[in-house]
């Protein structure tokens, strides 16, 4: 019988601007841009200079400390751009797009015939390991490690966010194989989360154990399924896959090539009605394509790679980063002027606390929020109200977590499972925080101090 973990903390934010269930076509663009950012724990050196040719594949950088791992060109075509910030910081690599896509060759093969080093050495050269992400850390992972489980989750949970069943269908070959890939690196198991209302081509993914999850977000977020199914002791190391990430793996084997194109949805209450589906659109590809023609005109917009709690802020002629699923859209709020601020009552505002009576309606509609990039309301001292907690479904102290980060108190950060958090787990704490805390960014930065301590 397939287990199911039943989520009761966390946060359903019901934006206006879901995706429609039809895709639209192809978004090509012609320059693609790399973000060495996209990937934590990577050490850019660059392997391409402007003016090279290059093929989809082709590593553009790799990790100074492990040359193993590269990312690579999701395009055939010319670098144009190798630009970088202070001291020589690498921002971005560009490539102007040829007019039809060539692959480097990485040769068919048959997973089952395959050593765990192998496929780890072929998703490494391939630029697809790059995607990976390793627990503790929340940072690229290592093909030099034995992983004790890896994580795939089957759903998004996040706002607005696309309905992964959608994107699979017609691509359930390569999922299986992607799989089927995983399943050969390690010697424990490959755990597939799913909804409990899930199809029956996720529930019957060969190779795998399927778990049960229910409840709202982050039920979707790696490291509540692994804290809820297997957590991390100390010394251990798991891997937590992208469902699309999966699926690439799976072309790489069955086609022999690096294929990045991923479904995204263009989503959000500024995207017009009509706009708001899937597209298929290749990692990098700008949004300006996208997005022209197809958004509120008249008012300030925020444009987000990624989802409107972990993603990226960017701008109409920017690129969709790596590893995210959507484009959102979202007002600024700079023009908006409220009587007594943003304190004054409405039936159109969304409160957590219940400070405005909208929460009276919103059982019986099902009301859908237009919520603004705001921040509404000042920073302060940390208080410890338990706010988090209420939105933090992990057995582990949020605010006690945070604040041992701040002091960067090392035993104390372990005793309170900082191997087990990713930023993307603080996000919704960010979202209720009274005091407007950055605690995505602090996770960051002493995950990123603490793995140069230990390691």
Not at 2 to 7: E, H, N, S, Y
Not at 125 to 132: K, P, R
Not at 201 to 207: D, F, I
Request: with cysteine.
């Amino acid at each position: 019988m397939t287990q199911l973990i039943k989520i009761k903390k966390g946060l359903d934010i019901n934006l206006k601007g879901k995706p429609q269930e039809t895709t639209k076509g192809s978004i090509t663009s012609e320059y693609y841009t790399i973000y060495p950012d996209d990937y934590c724990g990577f050490v850019p050196k660059v392997a391409v200079k402007v003016g090279d040719k290059v093929l989809a594949g082709t590593p553009v950088f790799y990790d100074k400390n492990r040359p193993s791992i590269k990312v690579v060109a999701p395009v055939s075509g010319e670098i144009t751009a190798v630009n970088r910030g202070e001291k020589r910081r690498l921002l971005n690599v560009i490539i102007k797009a040829d007019d039809s896509t060539q692959y480097e060759d990485f040769g068919k093969k048959d997973v089952k015939s395959l050593s765990s080093q192998t496929i780890k050495t072929a998703l490494a050269e391939a630029g697809i390991l790059a995607t990976v992400k390793q627990r503790p850390y929340d940072i690229v992972a290592n093909p030099e490690d034995s992983p004790r489980d890896i994580f795939v989750s089957g759903f998004y949970s996040t706002p607005l966010a696309p309905n992964f069943e959608y994107i699979l269908k017609g691509q359930e070959s390569d999922f299986q194989t992607g799989l089927d890939a995983l399943a050969k690196i390690t010697e424990g198991s490959v755990y597939l989360s799913v909804r409990p209302d899930a199809s029956s081509t996720l529930k019957s993914a060969k190779g795998v154990t399927v778990v049960e999850f229910s409840g709202p977000h982050p039920a979707g977020n790696a490291s509540v399924q692994i804290n809820n199914i297997k957590p991390i002791n100390k010394g251990e190391i798991v891997w937590a896959v992208d469902p699309q990430d999966v699926i690439t793996i799976g072309k790489l084997f069955n086609k022999g090539i690096v294929d990045f194109t991923r479904l995204i949805s263009l989503v959000g209450s500024e995207v017009k009605e009509d706009a708001r589906c899937y597209y298929q659109m290749i990692t990098g590809a700008s949004i300006n394509t996208l997005v022209k023609g197809n958004v509120t005109e008249g008012i300030d917009l925020r444009y987000i790679s990624g989802n409107v709690l972990t993603g990226t802020q960017i701008s109409s002629n920017d690129s969709l980063h790596a590893g995210n699923n959507q484009i959102t859209v979202i007002p600024e709020g700079d023009e908006v002027n409220e009587f007594v601020g943003w304190i004054s009552p409405g039936l159109n505002k969304f409160s957590v606390s219940k400070t405005y009576p909208a929460f009276l309606i919103e059982p019986l509609t099902k009301k859908e929020y237009t919520i603004d990039a705001r921040i509404k309301g000042g920073k302060r001292a940390m208080i410890m109200s338990n706010e988090w907690d209420k939105v933090f479904p992990m057995d582990i102290l949020p605010e006690f977590l945070i604040r041992a980060i701040i002091a960067f108190d090392i035993d104390k950060m372990e005793n309170l499972g900082i191997y087990e958090v990713a930023p993307e787990d603080f996000a919704l704490c960010e979202f209720v925080d009274t005091s407007k805390m950055e605690l995505q960014t602090i996770v960051r930065q002493g995950l990123d101090l603490l793995y140069k301590e230990m390691n």
